[in-house]
């Protein structure tokens, strides 16, 4: 699956942010919030396309809510709550130029988002692939 594979050099990137400490540099601090963004596109996007293959109608699940939310039934996620969240830093991304907003994506993304993310990985490649 093409999207799943891209789904895991995504992640694969942005595991890369985890051994960087503040403070950041501008450059460094753009990457780190480009490679969340990348990754959860990807992801998204992976799950849209299993979800799809797998029988679930393509019409309820066109936005990435709709996919997260849709994801949550068929048991792809666990926690939705925090795929929420990370669907609200997604789009605060475009804000990321605000230091305070870029340094609280970044933090996210190590603190829940890669673990999110690996959860992701695992399941896909354990039952939906």
């Not at 999207?3 to 990137?13: M, S």
């Amino acid at each position: 699956m093409k999207k799943y594979d891209n789904f895991c050099r995504a992640l694969h990137n942005l595991k890369e942010i985890e051994s960087r400490q503040p403070p950041y540099d501008i450059i460094t601090q753009t990457g780190m919030v480009s490679l969340f963004e990348i990754c959860f596109e990807q992801s998204w996007k992976a799950m849209k396309e299993l979800l799809e293959y797998s029988g679930y109608s393509e019409h309820k699940i066109g936005s990435p809510r709709a996919i997260i939310k849709m994801a949550y039934q068929a048991g792809m996620i666990q926690d939705e709550d925090v795929w929420v969240d990370a669907l609200h830093d997604r789009n605060n991304v475009a804000h990321s130029y605000n230091e305070a907003i870029a340094l609280s994506i970044i933090r996210a993304s190590k603190e829940r988002y890669i673990a999110m993310f690996e959860a992701l990985q695992q399941e896909l490649a354990q039952n939906w692939l």
